[in-house]
């Protein structure tokens, strides 16, 4: 084991801590899977409304390649099937069969045996493969590239985020299945990051077939960027998988049950938040499941992941595929702070010490979404350099990517970020200038000219 | 506050939609309103949330605030060496037998007459008060004025960057300027060293130091020798300026610049070490204490706004330029001057270096943003100052010189550091 030490970053002390305890939600009324949460996909429904499907029958493909199917997380009649501009799918929800009383149906799912061809197959055709990232450039994994090495990230350091070592106590078993199938998709190694010194542990330090780093130090210790930069970086041409410890159990436990794993364990976060916990909850269940019927409700805005990387959904929305945590924030619709640039602030979150917020080190601080202040030009004063901890010099790639010089950008590290390692730039940035904007625009015109 | 608050709401109906009927201005009304309401734009739906409390404007008022302790001290003593000057001339005159000249009161002192033989702290106030407002006024008036004019122009927000700039300019001029000729070199820097780049953010040298050299090279007479570092009320004939008749003082530089090899000797004749740190002698105004620089670095490192590699390499080149400087002179065969004869911690107590590497030096926009091209750029700047101060006949002080100098290496320099950068990488491969 190696413990990686990482000091660039900043740990954003938010108030609204999920406690640390895991309860069953309800039963959902229905659910929904969205397609824009998988950006490049060309989707094709196979069905339609009144349909009545089983929990893991295939809701639709994608025709870029037609094995990769997204499953039904429950069984019922297919109630909406939306569709956008060019009849391009947007989102399919079906009633809760279970929640009216009746009964769960499991659809026959391919399963995982045969050579690394066969097993690939299998994962897309169970709906899963969406669960493995591709490094670089962060998204669905295509092509047939074997991966240098799989990294499993088993924390997150994202201010408020879900304990993924705390969620998945008690599956070791379908941790250790998980990895065997990773073992067979990849020549290389299959590593864990772990917090160093964390919590709930026990069971993680014993697993089989994984080289286990510990990561300490603030945000952004926990993402998996710069888990590749410290324990393997990439050569040129080579590419990673990633994914979390959340997303391995559920690999272990199809490849263990042949069922398509349906429950998720999702966080409830964040200040505005009725309630504060996590839950054993259906993929694509409406927010509301969580609270006990309390509504979010004011001004409030409803982030699926964190409050640094994540998508806002509407307060009465579905839970993502990927969701492991909801983080509720004030809005702060209207709020207009009187001289706020020249006050002390000693109310304030902020990285620089200019906000006199500094001299109490201890306070847990409520923030809603505005950028408290005006954009401006790159005025840069070292503020993205001291939150990143890669060897990467952020303004000279982020003007090359404006500039429209991609090789230029790769050369200066393009490939080795994602929106999500940047994001804390884009929060410390006194320009307010989106980074991680501005970086996945680098990525997609990388993946265009490629 | 709601009050002001519905009153702007009110206002601005007038200026925002597109087909309103003050639209083109509306970067100014902005200016204002964000001047006083932090604007309302929030963070977009999907990405990051949440956002620092810190905006560009907090930092430009973080370094004002850096600023103040140099400008407070430089409105003091502004007075306080008008007095002593005025004192001396009149004891020379009583000591030759002459009338004692006639005090000028100025526009300020119309109203607030000042006992001038013996000056109260507020009469000292007024007068540094009487000097240092219009030169501020006119260097805010005119860069700004410019600055919004560009931002009407480009329909762009009008960036904050100057506000630190004009602050900048008042302090490293001497308060004896013609206010007429600080207008033209604000005009002169903010447009053709700022303005045609594409304002703030996208400058080459630091603005306020291109005010600076140009005033330096177009009035030389008004920004350097020994008439002018004391200011007065008066304009003697053909020499434009408020000075006063017939006084001059050389500054450190400018003592230690003719001075021979015994240069420590008759620096300290003049001026004492306590005097030339805690600034009880004449110059630019901000450039004169030490301590109250010291206080500004301070404030700037502890807030992270400016960078401590900038001063500390700035500080660290200085001393070691200035040890080896002498020694290689001799090794060469150069006639030793008096710069090179004081001590290497004594070229930081004399003229604007510990100003110029603290408040100017560090501008984000015009230094590189590499951490190592900082340490390089930094260290270059302590260098040059040095280089300049004992090899150059002509000049006393260098640090203006090499800041622009490193101003305009600093891309290549960070060009360097991220070639560096980009080879590492791809070794890996």
């Known amino acids: 084991m190696t413990t990686h030490t990482i000091t660039k970053g900043f740990d954003l002390r938010l108030a609204g801590r999920a406690e640390a305890k895991l309860q069953a939600a309800p039963e959902p009324r229905s659910v929904a899977v969205e397609t824009a949460e998988f950006p490049g996909i060309k989707p094709k429904a196979l069905v339609k409304e009144g349909d009545t499907v089983a929990t893991g029958q295939p809701l639709f493909l994608d025709k870029l390649d037609r094995d990769l199917v997204w499953c039904a997380p429950a069984s019922g009649r297919i109630a909406k099937v939306e569709f956008g501009e060019r009849r391009f799918l947007l989102r399919i929800e079906i009633e809760n069969a279970v929640a009216a009383g009746g009964k769960e149906t499991f659809a026959d799912l391919p399963k995982p045996a045969g050579d690394r061809a066969a097993l690939v197959r299998a994962i897309k055709g169970a709906g899963l493969w969406p669960l493995i990232r591709q490094r670089p450039v962060g998204k669905i994994v295509r092509g047939d590239q074997v991966p240098t090495a799989i990294f499993v990230n088993g924390m997150d350091s994202a201010p408020l985020a879900a304990d993924p070592a705390f969620a998945v106590q008690g599956r070791k078993a379908d941790l250790q299945a998980g990895i065997g199938l990773l073992r067979q998709l990849t020549g290389g190694k299959v590593y864990l990051a772990l917090r160093a010194a964390g919590d709930h542990q026990s069971e993680l330090r014993d697993l089989q077939g994984v080289e286990v780093h510990d990561f300490r130090g603030p945000h952004p210790s926990g993402l998996v960027g710069t888990h590749i930069s410290r324990i393997q970086p990439l050569k040129a041409g080579e590419v990673a998988w990633a994914l979390r410890l959340q997303d391995l159990a ?14 998720t364990t999702v966080a409830l976060a964040g200040s505005a938040a009725p309630v504060r916990g996590y839950f054993r909850v259906r993929q694509g269940a409406a927010v509301a499941t969580l609270t006990a019927g309390k509504p979010i409700a004011g001004d409030v805005r409803v982030i699926d992941g964190n409050v640094l990387h994540g998508r806002a959904i509407a307060a009465d929305g579905n839970l993502g595929y990927y969701c492991a945590g909801i983080t509720v924030i004030p809005e702060g619709t209207g709020q207009r702070d009187l001289f706020g640039w020249a006050l002390p602030q000693f109310g304030k979150l902020s ?38 901890p890669l060897d990467i010099h952020p303004s000279y790639l982020v003007r090359a990517i404006q500039a429209n010089d991609i090789e230029e950008a790769v050369k200066l590290g393009l490939l080795e970020v994602t929106e999500e390692d940047v994001a804390l730039c884009t929060f410390v940035d006194p320009c307010k200038i989106d980074v991680g904007r501005i970086v996945r625009q680098g990525l997609d015109l990388y993946e265009k000219e490629g | 506050m ?8 009110k206002q601005r109906t007038l200026y925002h939609a597109k087909d309103s009927r003050f639209h083109k201005v509306w970067p100014l009304f902005d200016a204002f309103e964000t001047f006083l309401f932090a604007p309302e734009q929030r963070a977009e739906r999907s990405g990051t949330h949440v956002r620092d409390y810190v905006d560009l404007k907090r930092v430009m008022n973080t370094v004002i605030v850096a600023m103040l302790p140099c400008l407070l001290w430089a409105i003091w003593n502004t007075g306080a060496q008008h007095f002593a000057a005025w004192a001396s001339l009149a004891a020379k005159a009583v000591a030759e037998g002459k009338p004692s000249p006639e005090y000028v009161a100025g526009w300020l002192q119309s109203i607030l007459a000042p006992n001038v033989m013996a000056p109260s702290a507020f009469d000292t106030v007024v007068f540094g008060l009487q000097r240092m407002l219009p030169i501020l006024i006119v260097s805010y008036g005119v860069g700004l004025g410019i600055e919004m004019l560009f931002s009407v122009l480009r ?46 953010g996208m400058n080459i040298f630091n603005p306020a130091m291109m005010v600076r050299a140009f005033l330096f090279f177009a009035f030389a007479a008004q920004m350097s020798g020994d008439a002018v570092w004391v200011a007065g009320n008066q304009s003697p004939a053909g020499v434009p300026g408020s000075l006063i008749d017939g006084y001059s003082q050389p500054t450190a530089l400018a003592i230690v610049k003719a001075a021979g090899t015994n240069a420590s000797e008759v620096l300290a004749a003049t001026y004492s070490h306590a005097d030339l740190f805690f600034g009880n002698i004449p110059g630019s105004a901000g450039e004169m204490s030490k301590l109250a620089v010291l206080l500004g670095a301070f404030w700037l490192v502890f807030t992270g706004v400016g960078s401590w590699r900038v001063m500390l390499a700035g500080v660290l080149g200085v001393l070691a330029t200035a040890v080896v400087v002498p020694v290689a002179a001799a090794a060469m065969g150069l006639a030793a001057t008096g710069p090179m004869h004081i001590a290497p911690w004594e070229h930081l107590l004399c003229g604007g270096f510990l100003f110029g590497i603290v408040f100017m030096a560090t501008d984000p926009v015009s230094s590189p943003e590499t951490s190592t091209g900082k340490w390089v750029y930094g260290a270059l700047i302590g260098f040059f100052t040095v280089l300049v101060r004992t090899i150059n006949p002509a000049y006393p002080e260098g640090t203006m010189l090499a800041v622009l100098l490193l101003n305009a290496f600093a891309p290549t320099i960070d060009h360097f550091v991220v070639a560096a950068n980009i080879k590492r990488r791809l070794a890996r491969a």
Not at chain 2, 2 to 9: A, K, S, V
């Open chain 2, 2 to 9: 709601q009050f002001l608050r519905n009153l702007i709401e």
């Open chain 1, 250 to 263: 559920r690999l272990g436990e199809w490849a263990r049950t042949g069922r398509y794993p349906a429950l």
């Open chain 2, 155 to 200: 329909s762009e927000e009008v960036s904050e960057g100057y506000l630190v700039s004009g602050m900048l300019i008042a302090l490293i001029v001497p308060a004896s300027i013609p206010l007429w000729q600080l207008a033209i070199g604000v005009a002169f820097a903010v447009v053709l060293g700022k303005e045609v780049f594409g304002g703030t």
């Open chain 1, 351 to 388: 990285f620089s010490r200019s906000v006199m917020s500094w001299l109490a080190p201890k306070r847990e601080y409520v923030v809603d979404t505005r950028l408290n202040g005006g954009h401006r030009p790159i005025v840069n004063i070292g503020a993205w350099e001291s939150v990143l």
